[in-house]
């Protein structure tokens, strides 16, 4: 069965900081990998979708990698903001997605 | 605007009601999706939906059921059979395919009072 897991479960980072939010799968057999934002109380938003044919997106201050092989992503958020403060979801499609648990993230400015 | 409604925003149950849930999408996707999530537990898949008039169970489906009679619209039933139903519940819509991206409603807090 598909396991995702996401390290750290929290970060707090000062503004400007650029930092590196991991996720992992256990079985490398997916379509593609998405990672979404959720604010408190709310929905959640994509922000990055890889097949998984690619080794990396981009958009905007954010930018996530996808090593198949190893069952590995990354989202790379570059020089922090205090608006950048949130839950990210890594999730992997199978059929349906399958989700880590998040990293909170806080920005202190 | 394009998009996935869901409502209500906020809903509270009493112990041994049903309750449904609405989940809207004018996005012309076939794919529909529900979610639970719950406090440090992750999203949870409940129910999806790849076309009209068939979906099929999660890993939670156990005191939930949904219909999928239209494209647009696929409501959550939250039954007397769900014993811990306090959740914060999502609705996702994809193209169909494997690999196409899916987007979230602003999901529904259910309370049971």
């Known amino acids: 069965k598909q396991e995702v897991t996401q390290i750290p479960a929290a970060l707090s980072v000062p503004e400007g900081e650029n930092l590196v939010l991991n996720c992992s799968f256990t079985?490398?057999?997916?379509?593609?990998l998405q990672w979404f934002r959720q604010d408190p109380g709310k929905g959640l938003t994509s922000l990055l979708l890889i097949q998984s044919s690619q080794r990396e997106q981009t958009s905007g201050r954010l930018n996530a990698s996808l090593d198949k092989s190893s069952g590995r992503s990354t989202l790379y958020i570059a020089a922090s903001q205090p608006g950048d403060s949130a839950t990210y979801l890594c999730?992997?499609?199978?059929?349906?997605?399958?989700f880590g648990k998040g990293t909170r993230l806080s920005v202190i400015a | 605007d394009g998009g996935i409604t869901q409502s209500p925003k906020y809903l509270f149950r009493k112990e041994g009601q049903n309750v449904t849930l609405s989940c809207e999408q004018n996005?012309?996707?076939?794919?529909m999706y529900w979610y639970r999530q719950d406090p440090g537990q992750g999203l949870r898949l409940i129910y999806y939906s790849q076309i009209v008039n068939d979906f099929q169970k999660g890993d939670i489906a156990e005191g939930y059921s949904v219909s999928r009679e239209k494209k647009e619209s696929f409501p959550l039933t939250v039954t007397s059979a769900q014993k811990n139903p306090t959740a914060f519940y999502l609705c996702a819509s994809s193209v169909a395919g494997a690999y196409t991206e899916a987007f979230f409603g602003q999901g529904t807090r259910l309370t049971v009072v």
């Open positions: 999730a992997v499609k199978i059929a349906p997605l399958v």
């Open positions: 996005l012309n996707h076939d794919a």
């Open positions: 079985d490398s057999a997916i379509y593609n």
